[in-house]
Every structure is written in structure tokens, then in C-alpha cells.
């Protein structure tokens, strides 16, 4: 193996376990529990499973590997907080959407080549890109595996245990 | 710069941003907040202070690149629980250990070679090692530094805003 290829399979290793850790606990909580906040007066799991894959719908944007399913979700999960006057889409609706994201983003990431994964994020310039190449698709993927990390910290709070 | 370093960077880039992030939430309370937990019979702040700080300073055995300064806090941050009959070391003493942890891994960190970067790490065997490449040091930084972002989301919870 070389060792662009390597790192792609480090990288998306890093990703593919923080999604699999969301799933799980995100999995191991009833429709009830989606509509518990975290800590008294923060977000409630449901408005974080909205958040994790409206962002994760947007990420095929910014790697510039695909389009969005559903903008119109972006104010609700990524522009406004969690909030009881919102009308959020169903958990049913939710889980539906997260497994589309996620399933598609699987495919569409095994689709790209090594040297693929090396190109620049639609988020900066060429001319940015020449001044600092470790600005490219594959250090998006790891600043969001840290961002899944994030908030899994807070998610796994509902549970009895302490972690 | 060749790919070995420019993923090397990209990995430390990640490491460096989370302990920031760390530094500047920890930094932001009060020495009577470090006693506060960060939802209802979740842990203390002093107490993943502590965890996080001790934890990293595992990591230098883990990485085999130096030795743990203080082996006697393993049990108190990484094996038992919080608890308020644990007697932890004063938050002025914590945050001298914490700056001191990461000063000597940033220096050490520095330290390496692209190619030692690679290597596999002390946790591993090598002949594991031969079967999967991806399990090197560097593996072991990301994973570290999805782990702090995990705590973060919980220690920005005491902040008054949502996030």
C-alpha cells in the first residue's frame, strides 16, 4: 500500500468510527428520549441527530463529490437553535434521512481516488490551496470526525451511566 | 513537501486544534466551576481536567517516545470514577501538570521524523503491525484527539450559551 493510500484509509477510519459510535447510542435511545435535552436547557437529541446529518448532507457540497438532499433543512439544524417552536421533521423522517446521508457518503467516499482525496475543499481558493496543501478534502473529513466526537460527548450524557 | 508530511501535519493540525479548544473552555471558569458537574451527576470539570491531562500524559509510553511524569494519577483519572470523596490534587496543581504535559508533547511531537510518525505504536504488536499499517503512532494522535473533542462538547455545556 502507498502512503497517500494509507492515509486515506487512517482518515477514513477516524470518520467511520465516530459514525458507527453516534449510530449506536443515537440507536440505543427510545422516540421519547430523542425529545430529553442533554443538560437542562441544551439541545435535545433530536435536534442533535438533525444536526449531525444535515451537516453530513452539506459535507458532499463541500468536498465538492455531490449535492445536498435537503437544503431545506439547513436553517432548522445548522443556522437556528434547538427550540420547542420548531417543527422539526418526524425521528422516523430523521432516521430515514440519516441513513441516506450516510449510506450515500459511504459510496460516494470509496468512489474517490487516493489522489482525489488530496485535492483542494470547495470551501478555499487554488490560490489558497498552493500556500497550504494540508487544506484539502481529507482534513475535512477529520475536522468532522472531531466534530461527530463533539457532540457524542454530550449525547452519551443521557444515558445512566457516567462517561 | 512529500505525502508522508503533509499527512503528519494534517494529523498534529488536528491534535493542536482540539488541546486549543480545550485550553480556552478549561480557561474560561472559575476555580469554583471546576467543581461543578457538566450535566446533573455527571462529572466534574476538575475531573476531566485531570483525565484529560493525565491521559495525554500517558501518552507518551502509548506512543513510546517518553515516560508518564505522574503514574500515580491513573487510578484517579483514568480507572475510578469521579467522586466527591476522591481527594484530587488542587486545580493550581492540575493546571501546572496539564502545561506541563503538553509542552513536553509538543516538544517531542516536533521531535519525530515523518517516518517515525508511522511506525507502529507500543500498543501493538509487530507483528499486528505487518497485518494492518494504519495502526501507527500517528493513528493514535487522531484517535486522541477525537477524544478531547468528546469531552469538550461536554465541558462547553457549562457555558451559558447552547452548543
Redesign the interface.
Known amino acids: 500500500?502507498d502512503?497517500?493510500q494509507?492515509?486515506v484509509?487512517?482518515?477514513l477510519?477516524?470518520w467511520n468510527?465516530?459514525i458507527a459510535r453516534a449510530e449506536k447510542v443515537f440507536n440505543s435511545y427510545s422516540e421519547a428520549e430523542f425529545f430529553e435535552p442533554?443538560?437542562?436547557?441544551?439541545?435535545r437529541i433530536i435536534y442533535l441527530f438533525g444536526h449531525l446529518a444535515t451537516y453530513h448532507d452539506l459535507l458532499k457540497e463541500t468536498l465538492g463529490i455531490g449535492k445536498q438532499a435537503r437544503p431545506e433543512l439547513i436553517p432548522l439544524f445548522l443556522q437556528k437553535?434547538?427550540s420547542n417552536d420548531n417543527a422539526y421533521p418526524s425521528v422516523a423522517e430523521l432516521k430515514v434521512y440519516w441513513e441516506s446521508v450516510h449510506t450515500e457518503l459511504k459510496d460516494l467516499f470509496s468512489g474517490l481516488t487516493a489522489e482525489e482525496w488530496?485535492k483542494r475543499h470547495n470551501a478555499m481558493t487554488d490560490e489558497d490551496f498552493v500556500k497550504d496543501?494540508?487544506r484539502?478534502r481529507?482534513?475535512v473529513v477529520?475536522?468532522r470526525?472531531?466534530?461527530v466526537?463533539?457532540?457524542?460527548?454530550?449525547i452519551n450524557?443521557l444515558k445512566p451511566a457516567?462517561n
Chains 1, 2 share one sequence.
Request: proline share 8%; hydrophobic share 35%; glycine share 6%.
Open positions: 500500500m502512503h497517500q494509507l492515509f484509509q487512517m482518515a477510519h477516524s468510527t465516530q442533554v443538560a437542562p436547557g441544551k439541545n437553535p434547538d488530496f496543501p494540508s484539502n481529507l482534513s477529520l475536522n470526525a472531531n466534530h466526537a463533539y457532540h457524542i460527548g454530550q450524557l457516567n
